[in-house]
Structures are given as C-alpha cells and as structure tokens.
C-alpha cells in the first residue's frame, strides 16, 4: 500500500516530535506564511495517538497537509529499556562471545561490581564455520548446511530478527552475501540483518551490537509506522511521511525500517537541527545546544552551523551504535527528575524521574515525590495557572510544603530554601553535560552561545551561561516545540563509512577515489528514490584517522575530487594540530575509514511567523502581564512577567524579568539584558547590565 503514497513536498509542512512527556507539533503554510503549534501528551503505550492528537490540535485537515515529517523515540525507548525483539545471531566459529566480551571496560569505572545483559542472549548466537582474514582471503569457506540449520533452529527458538555478523565481513562479504541468501529463502520476513551492510568497519564488537540492535528494533519501528500509517490514513492523509534519521537528515517511512538503528538518536538529532538552522540566520554559528525536556537534557555542539557527528555513538555501557548520529549528551536531569535525600544526607536529583505519568507534583495527576518543575514553580519561576496538561491544580504552598517534608526534615532546609537547593544542584549538572561536549572536547565556551529549548530549557539556561562562563544565550520563538520545527527545516540525508585500516604511505590513490565515488553515487541514488525532491545535492568527504599505533581517531574533512597520500598527511597533521596543538611530523598517519555524507537540501523555511507579529503590542509595557515575587539569589524579587508573544520585536529587557509562552517560560536572572531579533528569538547578555 505504501509505494502508491503521492510524492508531494507542497506547501503545507507538519513537524511532529513525540518527547518523553510532551508530543510537539509545527505545521508551516509556506504559501500564506501561516504557523499552527500544537503540545499534547506523549500515549506512551501507543505514541501514534499522541501523534494524532497533536494535529486535532491543530484544527488543520490532515488530508490537506502536504507532508509529515515525524521524530520518534520508539527506537530509543526500546533499546534503553530493553524491550527489544527476540533476536538470533548467527557468526563464525568460536567468535559467538564477542558482542558480550566487548572492550577492557566496566560499568563502574572505579568499583568492581556491575550488570552488562548482551543485546542477543548466548542460546541464540549460533555459530558456523567460516572464516575470511582481515586481508580478505577466505581461509575456511562457508558451510552451507550449517548455515540452513543454524536459521531453522533460531526459527524454533521463536526469534523474529536474524543478524549475520561474520568475521572480517567488511573486507570480504562474500559469505555474509550467501548466508544473506540461504536466510532469506527460510526466514519468514524481512527482519534480516547482515553486519557489513549496515556497517562496513573493522571492530567485531562495535560492528555485531550495531547489527544486532539494529535487528532487534526492526520489527518494533516496522509496527509502530504501520500504525502511524493507519491512524493517519483514517484521517485522510494519503502520501509517504518521512522520519528523522540520528544523523540529522529524514528518510521515507517506507525505507526507515532496514536500518532501524539509525534512529535511535532520531529525536534528539532533530533539536540540534533546528539550533543549527535558527542560530545560522540570527548570525550565532558556534553554538552549545540545550534542550531541556520533562525526562532528561539533551546537549550538542555546533561549529560553523554544522552540528558534530560523530559514528561513536555508545548510548549507554556496552551499546556502541556505530552509524553516523548527532553527537549529543544526555543526563538524567529533566523537569520531571526527582529530588530526595540519600542515605549520607546529600540532596541528589535524577535520574529518577516522574515521567509523563504521574509526572511532577504541579501536574495533579497524583505525583507525589519533589521535582526540578515542582522547584520553579515554589520559586515563583513558573505560573500554576499556566502549565499545560494539569489535571487537578496544585498549589505553590502544597508543593513547598512537601519539599520542606522530604528534602527539608533531613537537610535542615525550609520548603523555599530546599527547593533553591535543588534548583541548583540541578543546575550543576546540566553544566556537566556541557562541559562534556565542551570544554572536554578542547573547546572554550566563551567562543559559543547558548542555545536553550525544550520545554524547561529556557527556565535554566541564563544561570547555566554564568556557571560556564558563556556570555550569551538564544532562546529561539517556540524552544518548546524546536525539535519538532527540526522535522520541518531539515534536509534529506545518507551517510556511509567504509574500513581501510592503512597507513597513508602505502594507500593506493585509485582505490580512495574509488570508495569515496561509490558512497557518493550510492547516496545520490537514495535520495532520488525518496518522497521529496531537494532543490540540491550536497556532498562532504572526510577520512577516520590516526597515527599508526594509536587507538583514537580524529576526524579530517576531505576535499572534493581526487586526494592524494601526501595531501591526506598534510590535513592529518593540521587537524591534529589544531585538536591538541602538538606537531609530530615524523610519525606515520593511518588511515582508519572513509566516510561521504550526502545531503539532499530542501527549501528555505523563514521562520518570522513562529511568533504572529499581528499580536505584538507597540510597547514594552503593553507586553507586562503581571508583577511576581520570584526567588533568585537566595531572596525574593518584585519581578515583571511579561508575554512573550506581546513584545515588540526591537524590546530590550534588564533582569530580573519573566517571558511567558505556551510552549516554555524564559527566566532573566538579575543583571541580564536581553533583545529581540528579526526572527522573533530572544538574544540574552548574561550579566550586561
């Protein structure tokens, strides 16, 4: 049913992103310039019907919606809660251990205890003989009969998934390539992984638990579209959507389920997307990423409007997913994470959280244990008459008399008091999320700003700036719904990584070239045969390298066209140099991978109808809601709120100050200035005045 969908791009743009509590959605009319939001609860059992629901929010007919562009966490979800499908593996023999043995790590850097479960469990990782030397040559063929028996007994186990991982597959995939063919006539759908084909790169364990995660969400992201599919379909929506891949970059729906594992970083990717895009047309290139959401924040770099990527992923202990993906951090600290005391009498919080369900204390729904909202809110940093989905209202004195119940009796902390506390440790650790794709990364903050979304970002992100010295902040038009506005900017994307594992004095020039022409035409071909036609193709290049006797690799971007092996020694040497300011010419650089990046660029969106500028008053004092006591500081402040959806484009705000919005709140702490710009983003100086 699915490949008589329309192809049709038109005019009308909805992008939805399914959070852990909220379900976002942002639908463009690039013909009138027409913006419509829309925030209902993510269904968690059925994330389809939150989907659904969002655009009933809308009032807008589905059928007359041109495209659906859609970020999911089904994939994410499934893999970190391990609700995953029964899986086989079948690999070379005696290597049926490798994907549990991994690296010389541990759970636990400095403690001797921890729990790793494999993706697939021992039983069902069969082997069979084979075996091809890293060279290529085939030392052992492939057993035919083995390999037969080998489906038909993970048949009877009740698996639903086959991965083929084979050692040195990526240098030969012969027999990955036969096996592929012995399962396919006996397995009975098409849940069928072969390792090489998601990820041709030397490492046996990186390479197989990509592979079998990858195969273990197939089945879960095929039945999750087909009944998006269907919901919208009732609703007469009748074309292909596209999904966001952890790259950046969206994919048909229709060809989204044969690389599932692309998509488990699926909605975090999308946030950064739109930072990239937002902060590239205010003039703000280098930017922190800062997307806070009700379950955990989520933080990315961006340098030159290009967010990092990175195939390196490793999403928790022992879970490397080594496909291309936005490099983000995530920490357990969202709105909903809960604060409590430990046994040695120190306030923690997360990574424990509320969830969605019951969620936060404020929500009503009868959450009882203290959270980051429940902290902004006693602070008087939130409205209780304007928080979004609240059952039964909860008063600011009720929440603070729980805080002073269950982190003040142990710490000796008033209700406010306790609730300051927690507001800062929280603080404290989103400034580590940061500093890890920061500072750790050899990078100054000073050189970025800030960009803050998500739901809660904008609460946190003027005192996270002064903990880490950032002198600015961007908080975009709508930061609770940027990671669905990065479903609609975003652009087609493919990426492809392939093994050399040589060192650059003895490559052979013809054979790079080669690779790097057959990434770019395989690309190339993908993209033509996707549901929406980019207005150009873009190509990028770069190398995997380090030098010989090394384990960690930098990234070198390549030029386009031919490159030689003095060229690629000379970019080695001048990106190493500038990552950790060390000259060593006299060593030998290797090269480790080739990767091409093929992006399909899709229109311009303007983005200065996410804020209506019809319902902007002429003056500042026209946009004054109310005056507050707000904590900050450890005292409480006369502070103006204002709606931030009233402000005059060109207003100027000192701090203490309140923007409130539908879709986030934006706290100036004292000394702040901030601005508006052209786009409806708000421009704060931390500490400017």
Known sequence: ???????????????????????????????????????TPTTVDNQAFGVVAALAETGFPVADIDLIVHGTTTTTNAVLERRLARTGMITTRGFRDVIELGRRTRPQAYGMTGVFVPVISRDLRLEVSERVEASGAVRVPLDEDEMRAAVLQLLEAGCESLVIHFLHSYANPAHELRAL?????????????????????????????????????????????????????????ARDFLIMNGNGGMISARNVTRESAKTVMSGPASGVIAAAYTGRRAGYENLV??????????????RNAEPAVSNEIEIE???????????????????????????????????????????????????????????????????????????NPVTPDHVQKIFAEKIGRATGLDGVSAAGAVLKLGNLKMA?????????????????????????????????????????????????????????????????????????????????????AAQRGEGEALIAREAVRPQSIRVAHSADMQFVGQTHILNVPLPSGAVSRVELQTLFEKAYFARFKVELPEIRANLVNLNTSVTGVRAAVDLSGLIDPAGRAATLEGALHELRPV???????????????????????????????????????????????????????????
């Open 432 to 516: 580590g999320a940061i500093r890890m794709v920061s500072v750790a990364r050899g990078h100054d903050p000073r050189d970025f700003a800030l960009f803050a979304f998500g739901g809660a970002g904008p609460l946190h992100a003027s005192a996270l700036a002064r903990e880490l010295g950032l002198p600015k902040v961007l908080v975009p038009a709508r930061p609770g719904i940027t990671n669905a506005l990065g479903c609609v900017v975003a652009d087609l994307r493919h990426d492809f990584v392939n093994t050399v594992n040589q060192p650059v004095a003895s490559l052979d020039e013809r054979r790079i070239a080669e690779i790097l």
């Open 317 to 391: 202990y022992a879970m490397p997913i080594h496909v291309p993906m936005v490099a983000v951090h995530t920490v357990g600290a969202g709105g909903g994470s809960i604060a409590r005391v430990d046994a040695s009498g120190l306030i923690q919080v997360g990574p424990a959280s509320a969830g969605a369900d019951p969620g936060p204390i404020c929500y009503g729904r009868g959450g009882t244990e203290p959270t980051l909202t429940d902290a902004n809110l006693v602070l008087g940093r939130l409205d209780p008459k304007r928080l979004l989905s609240v059952d």
């Open 631 to 689: 904590w900050s500081d450890g005292r409480w402040r006369e502070t103006p709120v204002y709606a931030r959806e009233k402000l005059p484009l060109d207003a100027v705000l000192e701090g203490p100050a309140i923007l409130e919005q539908m879709d986030a709140t934006t706290v100036l702490e004292p000394g702040d200035r901030a601005r508006g710009d052209a786009d409806g983003n708000i421009v704060i100086e931390v500490g400017a005045s």
């Open 289 to 302: 990423t800062y997307d806070m959401g009700g379950t955990s924040t989520d933080v990315a770099l961006i």
């Open 1 to 39: 049913m699915a490949e008589n969908y329309q192809a049709n791009a038109g005019n009308v743009v909805a992008g939805i992103d399914v959070g852990g509590t909220f379900t976002d959605l942002i639908m463009i009319d690039a013909a009138v310039g027409g913006v419509r939001i829309a925030k």
């Open 181 to 237: 063919e012995i399962a396919r006539k006996l397995w009975p759908n098409g849940y069928i992984t072969a390792g090489h084909m998601l990820l041709s790169e030397a490492r046996e364990f990186e390479r197989g638990v990509t592979a079998a995660v990858n195969a273990s969400v197939q089945p879960i992201l095929e039945r999750y579209v087909e009944r998006l599919r269907r919901e919208l379909g009732e609703r007469g929506y």
